[in-house]
Every structure is written in structure tokens, then in C-alpha cells.
């Protein structure tokens, strides 16, 4: 059920919106029609009154005979009118109170023509069509039609049913049909609301995408910033709230570099430094006559001068300014893998051409180095395997080793850690390769990821995107 549920803000708010929309339209299409039946019901109700007026103004002075004359004349199958002795409403009890109030009202206003009594009742419609309201013929036009129709709709609508009487007890009955209500929605009017629905639709995802543009442009620079601290600022643009994010972001990108530029510049500068030191003693170290204390000395220094070699490189690494360019992968493997002859392709007579990639050229040869170097130094020999797929170039490194433990298999990236704990430099490392290397990899746009291969040994995956 969660993942049939948005999962971004934007189409989060999109889907508000519509629904918002949609019970706006319908509550107003609601009230639109109970406003259009109340209206309907006043105005049927005045025209029953009105034409009642009309009627008894006419008959009232007239004889009996004379009144069933003039109501013959006036009859029609949706006008009803005639004259008897009967009431055509039997009931003298209205049957709610509105109808109730207009026999009063009627009574009032009458009663100077000799009317003394009023009724008038609701009668379901008969649904009987009317053959002369047919609406058909190529020729009848868009007025007449309407009028035809309009003509239908009265004659199958519901009627109001009124019996006055006068003076010398003769009833006057008539019928008045109920105004029809209308559709809301027709097929006319449809395409016009959808038509209206879609372009809120169209102007709330160009706003939404509008108003959340510089939001996905800062998550674009935050993500940039954590693999290139020099990458350029973003533009503080838009909005006040926009411009102080952006401001706030910029900010915090200075004080990280500066921050990583002095913590490098410091270890630089520190294992530099040990150099001179280091020569004079390498100097005074010749001077010696051959010993055991001389080779354990020669030994120790050059332990030490690997280590500063190591954290000089680990620490210029965001410092260097080298230009990124286009590399040809296959060859830059080729060049590096070539000295040594522990390390074989398993695809070498199907060599994968046109595996272009984007990146620093030194870095990333030292990049490529320390992962073959690695499976030579621990696991002896390394097989290496380059395809693409999908934009990827994938360069795969297996070594003959023990592998790692599952659980160690993140931890060997950190800075300083090796998981051969002897003091040998040449078999425990220094533990800074696989940092140096992830670091090289994640400023190229890549990922280097560690797997123990089914058949023993290391498995080593270093991915770059294909340059387009």
C-alpha cells in the first residue's frame, strides 16, 4: 500500500490539489442545484398566482354558461382549464405548508372577484408524450428545436392542480406545470468543464514545477558539493526564502572547503616536512658501518618515508587541480596491469572499444593502482574484466585471496584500517588504498563496491559512467 502512494512533495501537492478541486466542483454543483430547485419552486408557485388572477379577472362577471365557454377556448393538453360544479382538488387540506400559504394568499387577493375558496395540490407527472411536439424534421431550426424541446419538458413535467370557487358555487380548475430542472451537467456543457479541469490541471503542474525548480536545483548542488567541494556555487535566485537557502548553502560549501583545505594543506605540510629529516638521517645512515642496528634503522626509515608518501597522496587528493579530460578506460587498464604479471584479462581477446569515461587522468590511473595493486598484494593473483552496460563502464577485479568478512566488507574504506594487523608495510599496508581510490571514484561520478566471489577470493567493482 505504501508504494502505491506518492513519494514526492510535488506530486503530493498536485494530488491536493485536484482533489480540492474536485470537491470544490462538486459542492458547488450541489448548491448551484438546490438554489436552481428553490428558485424553480417561487417562480412556478408566482405563475400559478398570476394566472389565477388572470383567469377569475376574466370569468368572474361572466355567466356559468359563458365561463365553461371561454374555458373550452382556452383549454390545451398542458394548460388545463375547466369549468364545474365539482372542485378538481377534492382535499381542502393543503398538502404542505407552502401550498397552504398560497390558498390563503390566493383567497386574500381573490376574494373582490367573489372567490371564497382556493385549493391546490402537486400531481405527478403522466410521462405522456406529446405527438405534436415531435422534435424532428432536417429543416426546423436551432430556435424552433429548442422550443419544441422546451415544450416536451413541459408537458411530461409535474403539474400544480388549483380549484377556486366562486360566489355562486361554480369551481374554476386549471393546471400549471412545474417549471423543469435542468441537468447541471449535459453533454453540451461536459466537454467545457473538462476542458476548464485540465487547464487548472496543466497550470498547477507548471506552478508546482515552477515553485519547486530551485528547490530540486539545490538538492542537485548539495548532492554535487558532497563529491566535488569545488564545484561552482548556485545562483542566489528567486524568491527571499529561495535566496537565503541558497545564500545558506554557499556559506556552508565555503566553510567545508576551507575547512578540508587546511586540515590537507596541514597533513601535506606535516608529512613533507618529514622529508628533510628523513634524508638527513638516510645521509648519516650510509655513514654507518654494516650492521644489524643499520639495517633495522634503513629498515624503519623507509617505513616511515612510505607512510608520509602515502598520507601526502591521501591528503592532496581534493587540493590537486587537475583538469578533468577524456579518458580511453581500456587502455589506461592496460598500461597499469602491464607490469604486472600477476594480473591476467579474462576478456582480453574481446577487447571492449570506445570505453570513453570523463575524469582526472592521474587520479584516476592512481585510482585503478591501488585496486590492482591490492588484489596482487593480498590475494596474489587478479583477473580483470571490463564491459559496459546501461551508460556504465564496469571494471571487475578478482583476486585468488581469503576475501573479507561480511561484516568488514564497508569498514576497509575508512582512512587507516587494514585488516592485516602485522607492522610489515609490505603485507599490512597502511590502510589508505581503498580510500583513496572510493574518494578518485565518487569525484568521477563512480562507485567502488567489495564482494566476496562465490569461488574464493575478493571480487572488486569499480563503476564510471560512459561519457556521451
Given at each position: 500500500m505504501?508504494?502505491?502512494?506518492p513519494?514526492?512533495?510535488?506530486?503530493?501537492?498536485?494530488?491536493?490539489?485536484?482533489?480540492?478541486?474536485?470537491?470544490?466542483?462538486?459542492?458547488?454543483?450541489?448548491i448551484v442545484?438546490?438554489d436552481?430547485?428553490?428558485?424553480?419552486d417561487?417562480?412556478?408557485?408566482?405563475?400559478?398566482?398570476?394566472?389565477?388572477?388572470?383567469?377569475?379577472q376574466?370569468?368572474?362577471?361572466?355567466?356559468?354558461e359563458?365561463?365553461?365557454?371561454?374555458?373550452?377556448?382556452l383549454f390545451?393538453?398542458?394548460?388545463?382549464l375547466t369549468?364545474?360544479?365539482?372542485?378538481?382538488?377534492?382535499?381542502?387540506?393543503?398538502?404542505?405548508?407552502?401550498?397552504?400559504?398560497?390558498?390563503?394568499?390566493?383567497?386574500?387577493?381573490?376574494?373582490?372577484?367573489?372567490?371564497?375558496?382556493?385549493?391546490?395540490?402537486r400531481?405527478?407527472?403522466?410521462?405522456?408524450?406529446?405527438?405534436?411536439?415531435?422534435v424532428?424534421?432536417?429543416d426546423?431550426?436551432?430556435v424552433?428545436r429548442?422550443?419544441?424541446?422546451?415544450?416536451?419538458?413541459?408537458a411530461?413535467?409535474?403539474?400544480l392542480?388549483?380549484?377556486?370557487r366562486?360566489?355562486?358555487?361554480?369551481w374554476?380548475?386549471?393546471?400549471?406545470?412545474?417549471t423543469?430542472?435542468?441537468?447541471i451537467?449535459?453533454?453540451?456543457?461536459?466537454?467545457?468543464?473538462?476542458?476548464?479541469?485540465?487547464?487548472?490541471?496543466?497550470?498547477?503542474?507548471?506552478?508546482?514545477?515552477?515553485?519547486?525548480?530551485?528547490?530540486?536545483?539545490?538538492?542537485?548542488?548539495?548532492?554535487?558539493?558532497?563529491?566535488?567541494l569545488?564545484?561552482?556555487?548556485?545562483?542566489?535566485?528567486?524568491?527571499r526564502?529561495v535566496?537565503?537557502?541558497?545564500?545558506?548553502?554557499?556559506a556552508?560549501?565555503?566553510?567545508?572547503?576551507?575547512?578540508?583545505?587546511?586540515?590537507?594543506?596541514?597533513?601535506?605540510?606535516?608529512?613533507?616536512?618529514?622529508?628533510?629529516?628523513m634524508?638527513?638521517?638516510?645521509?648519516?645512515l650510509e655513514?654507518?658501518?654494516?650492521?644489524a642496528?643499520?639495517?633495522?634503522?634503513?629498515?624503519d626509515?623507509?617505513?616511515?618515508?612510505?607512510i608520509?608518501?602515502?598520507?601526502?597522496?591521501?591528503?592532496?587528493?581534493e587540493?590537486?587541480?587537475?583538469?578533468?579530460?577524456?579518458?580511453?578506460?581500456?587502455?589506461?587498464?592496460?598500461?597499469?596491469?602491464?607490469?604486472?604479471?600477476?594480473?591476467?584479462?579474462?576478456?582480453?581477446?574481446?577487447?571492449?572499444?570506445?570505453?570513453?569515461?570523463?575524469?582526472?587522468?592521474?587520479?584516476?590511473?592512481?585510482?585503478?593502482?591501488?585496486?590492482?595493486?591490492?588484489a596482487?598484494?593480498?590475494?596474489?593473483?587478479?583477473?580483470?574484466?571490463?564491459?559496459r552496460?546501461d551508460?556504465?563502464?564496469?571494471?571487475?577485479?578478482?583476486?585468488?585471496?581469503?576475501?573479507?568478512?561480511?561484516?568488514?566488507?564497508?569498514?576497509?574504506?575508512?582512512?587507516?584500517?587494514?585488516?592485516?594487523?602485522?607492522?610489515?608495510?609490505?603485507?599490512?599496508?597502511?590502510?589508505?588504498?581503498?580510500t583513496?581510490?572510493?574518494?578518485?571514484?565518487?569525484a568521477a561520478?563512480?562507485?567502488?563496491?567489495?564482494s566476496?566471489?562465490?569461488?574464493?577470493?575478493?571480487?572488486?567493482?569499480?563503476r564510471?559512467?560512459?561519457?556521451?
Open positions: 505504501r508504494r502505491l502512494l513519494q514526492t512533495l510535488p506530486v503530493w501537492v498536485l494530488l491536493i490539489v485536484i482533489a480540492g478541486l474536485l470537491i470544490s466542483q462538486v459542492a458547488t454543483l450541489y442545484s438546490r436552481r430547485a428553490a428558485a424553480n417561487v417562480v412556478d408557485l408566482y405563475r400559478l398566482n398570476d394566472r389565477a388572477f388572470s383567469l377569475v376574466l370569468m368572474s362577471a361572466a355567466t356559468p359563458e365561463r365553461k365557454a371561454t374555458a373550452a377556448g390545451n393538453s398542458t394548460y388545463a369549468v364545474s360544479d365539482t372542485p378538481a382538488v377534492t382535499s381542502s387540506i393543503a398538502g404542505d405548508d407552502e401550498l397552504a400559504e398560497l390558498e390563503d394568499i390566493l383567497v386574500g387577493r381573490l376574494s373582490k372577484f367573489g372567490v371564497t375558496d382556493a385549493r391546490v395540490r400531481d405527478p407527472a403522466t410521462r405522456e408524450a406529446d405527438d405534436a411536439n415531435t424532428s424534421g432536417p426546423i431550426g436551432q424552433e429548442d422550443l419544441l424541446v422546451l415544450a416536451a419538458d413541459f411530461q413535467s409535474d403539474k392542480t388549483a380549484s377556486l366562486f360566489a355562486d358555487g361554480q374554476l380548475n386549471f393546471t400549471e406545470p412545474i423543469p430542472v435542468g441537468p451537467l449535459s453533454f453540451d456543457s461536459l466537454p467545457l468543464y473538462a476542458l476548464i479541469a485540465g487547464l487548472v490541471v496543466i497550470m498547477s503542474i507548471w506552478s508546482l514545477r515552477r515553485l519547486t525548480a530551485p528547490y530540486r536545483m539545490m538538492e542537485t548542488a548539495v548532492n554535487r558539493i558532497g563529491k566535488d569545488k564545484s561552482p556555487p548556485i545562483a542566489e535566485s528567486g524568491s526564502e535566496r537565503a537557502a541558497a545564500r545558506a548553502i554557499n556552508m560549501q565555503a566553510r567545508l572547503r576551507e575547512y578540508v583545505e587546511d586540515r590537507e594543506h596541514l597533513a601535506a605540510a606535516l608529512a613533507h616536512d618529514l622529508r628533510t629529516p634524508t638527513r638521517m638516510r645521509l648519516r655513514l654507518l658501518r654494516k650492521s642496528v643499520r639495517e633495522a634503522l634503513a629498515h626509515l623507509a617505513d616511515v618515508e612510505s608520509a608518501s602515502s598520507v601526502i597522496d591521501f591528503a592532496t587528493f587540493v590537486n587541480e587537475e583538469k578533468t579530460e577524456r579518458i580511453d578506460f581500456w587502455s589506461l587498464v592496460e598500461s597499469i596491469a602491464d607490469p604486472y604479471p600477476e594480473v591476467s584479462f579474462d576478456n582480453e581477446d574481446t577487447r571492449s572499444r570506445g570505453l570513453i569515461c570523463i575524469a582526472r587522468p592521474v587520479a584516476l590511473k592512481r585510482c585503478v593502482t591501488n585496486l590492482v595493486q591490492n596482487v598484494t593480498y590475494g596474489k593473483k587478479a583477473h580483470l574484466s571490463l564491459h552496460s551508460g556504465t563502464i564496469t571494471l571487475t577485479i578478482r583476486d585468488e585471496g581469503p576475501g573479507i568478512p561480511q561484516a568488514q566488507i564497508d569498514a576497509v574504506f575508512g582512512s587507516f584500517v587494514r585488516l592485516e594487523q602485522s607492522r610489515n608495510r609490505q603485507t599490512g599496508g597502511l590502510g589508505l588504498g581503498l583513496i581510490a572510493r574518494n578518485i571514484a565518487r561520478g563512480g562507485e567502488i563496491r567489495l566476496n566471489h562465490p569461488g574464493g577470493g575478493l571480487l572488486t567493482e569499480l564510471l559512467p560512459l561519457a556521451t
